[in-house]
């Protein structure tokens, strides 16, 4: 479903991805982790070519794109992985001006070229998905962080993705709100949706994951089942970042 | 006093031509504004200098002057223009420059995961722009806009230079024909002030309309 080549990301003389090689199986769900600046936010946009790559290459749902391409090309194809993705970003990037319905169903009009009635007819079954069908005609600015994350959640449904790319989706909540953002992702792993998951939840990277993947300094130090992980990492960096995290507790 | 309302008329009419100059105007420029903001922002370079070049221009050099450049400085190559039509497009290049920045501003204060939301469901540029950058740059942008169309109504006076009978200068041949000043211009400056209020109170109208949507 996805497979990432010798990925490399520069910004200036930094390197913020440094020869990364990534795959996720379909129904697959990679819990992508590692210290703030490992360079795990920018794999995961370098998928969707929110970030572009320096060099390396990607294939997602079917679609090649190589960093060698000419920038037309590449957009062009990157674009069409979009249309297979669905992203959700840690400040969730709701459309302001736009309702909860509307957020959902803004893709299916514009890209899709759906009529309303059908869009909504759409938008209204996601809603409910998320629980938040009571919501359809309130503006993201009269939603709780947590509400306004699961209408991310659905408008990322949306289009019918083979993937969905999660950034620090729950970061930017007040720890109250977290757990109902997690439920609606847990629900759809067990549904089997592929999902690549930068987070710093470990108790969801343990429960839900089928790997994760610990990224250190622009490079991936190790990959394991969660079980596996976090009982004995094999890497002194990986040990390091568990019990930082333990220790934050 | 009732000279002024003898020749009420007479001055409604130069008011006429204010108001449709500086709506004439104020259209063409904020397509001109729209389409140079849109250059600069995402233009190829060529673009990008030629559009900082007509700002840089236009901002730098008095109304007045820009004026007299299309209605008198034309007819040397053979271009001559009537004095409403010139009045409306040296007016809506110069707006034009002032809005284009007006717009560049509100378009970047949109924050950058707005772009990204729209790009991540497989918009297109264009796409984004319309449906999701632009709506929410223009509410920030009604309250500048608004200054500027004020602003505009109230340079309409500069086009009595090149004949236009708009406000002032049907006060001015009022003036000639009756040798008293005050009462006209008053009268004239009452009537901008009544115009420029009008528009004001619109525009306040609207901005508490876009802030309720959202």
């Given amino acids: ?249 | 006093m009732d000279l002024v309302f003898d020749n009420a008329g007479f001055l409604l009419r130069g008011a006429y031509y204010t108001l449709l100059i500086t709506l004439l105007s104020m259209f063409f420029g904020l397509l001109i504004g729209l389409a140079v903001a849109l250059m600069r922002l995402r233009g190829p370079w060529p673009l990008r200098a030629l559009a900082r070049g007509y700002v840089s221009v236009i901002r730098g050099t008095p109304a007045l002057v820009q004026i007299v450049i299309v209605y008198y400085g034309l007819v040397d190559y053979g271009i001559t223009l009537g004095p409403i039509t010139a009045a409306v497009i040296a007016l809506s290049i110069n707006v034009g420059a002032f809005l284009s920045e007006t717009f560049r501003g509100a378009i970047q204060a949109v924050p950058k995961g707005q772009l990204e939301a729209a790009y991540a469901s497989g918009m297109t540029t264009w796409q984004a722009m319309r449906r999701i950058i632009l709506p929410q740059a223009a509410r920030i942008a009604l309250p500048p806009m608004g200054n500027t169309f004020v602003g505009m109504l109230k340079e309409t006076s500069l086009v009595s230079v090149i004949t236009v009978t708009e406000l002032l200068r049907s006060a001015q041949l009022l003036i000639a024909q009756y040798y008293v000043n005050m009462p006209f211009y008053i009268g004239i400056a009452v009537m901008y002030w009544v115009m420029s209020t009008a528009f004001t109170t619109l525009l306040h109208a609207m901005e508490r309309r876009l802030a309720r949507a959202y």
Avoid: W
């Fill in chain 1, 1 to 249: 479903m996805i497979e990432a080549r010798e990925l490399v990301k520069q910004f200036g003389s930094q390197r913020v991805l440094d020869g990364v090689g990534l795959k996720v199986e379909e129904g697959e769900i990679v819990v992508l982790l590692g210290p703030s600046g490992s360079g795990k936010s920018t794999l995961l946009r370098c998928l969707n070519g929110l970030e572009t790559m320096s060099s390396g290459s990607v294939e997602v749902a079917g679609v090649a794109v190589d960093a060698g391409m000419k920038p037309r090309e590449r957009e062009a194809r990157f674009r069409s992985i979009r249309q297979r993705t669905g992203m959700v970003f840690q400040q969730f990037n709701l459309y302001p001006h736009k309702t909860a319905l509307g957020n959902v169903t803004e893709a299916l009009r514009v890209v899709r070229g759906m009529a309303a009635a059908e869009a909504d007819r759409i938008g209204e079954r996601l809603l409910a998905r998320v629980g938040l069908s009571d919501k359809r005609d309130a503006y993201p600015s009269r939603l709780s962080g947590g509400q306004q994350q699961r209408v991310a959640i659905a408008r990322a449904l949306a289009t019918e993705p083979s993937v969905l790319l999660f950034d620090e989706p729950t970061s930017a909540l007040d720890p109250e709100l977290v757990g109902e953002v997690l439920a609606v992702m847990r629900e759809l792993a067990r549904e089997g949706m592929t999902m690549v998951v930068v987070t710093h939840e470990m108790k969801f990277a343990r429960e839900a994951a089928s790997r994760v993947v610990f990224l250190d300094g622009g490079r991936i130090v190790e990959e394991a089942a969660p079980a596996a992980f976090f009982a004995a990492p094999r890497s002194e960096r990986a040990q390091r970042f568990i019990r930082q995290l333990q220790g934050e507790r």
